[in-house]
């Protein structure tokens, strides 16, 4: 495992995981100066294949295909509600889902 700091124009993100050729590529951990943290494949540094982001009032878990949500995924948000369904490069396909409380 090697560990990265990043300057980004927020802060300092920590990087824990592979890299080939400079960039996060293969399983690792990204913590952004934000304080999101996401766990799981990257391909040329962004999110890739399977993957779980924590984020302020919410945590996703699903697949990701160049950086974004994209494929089967479920969205846990603050007071319980779960929304899981299908997404395509981020944006929610709203006749896939389903949401419990």
Do not use: C
């Not at 993957?51 to 479920?74: A, N």
């Amino acid at each position: 495992m090697t560990f990265m700091w990043e300057r980004h124009p927020t802060g300092l993100a920590v990087y824990e995981g592979q890299f080939k050729r400079g960039k996060f590529q293969g399983h690792g951990k990204l913590q952004t100066p934000t304080g999101d943290v996401y766990e799981g494949g990257f391909e040329n540094s962004l999110y890739e294949g399977e993957g779980t982001l924590r984020f302020e009032g919410g945590l996703y878990t699903g697949s990701f295909k160049q950086g974004h949500f994209d494929g089967h995924g479920q969205i846990k948000v603050a007071g319980g509600m779960t929304l899981n369904g299908v997404f395509s490069r981020g944006a929610p396909d709203w006749t896939s889902f389903f949401k419990s409380a």
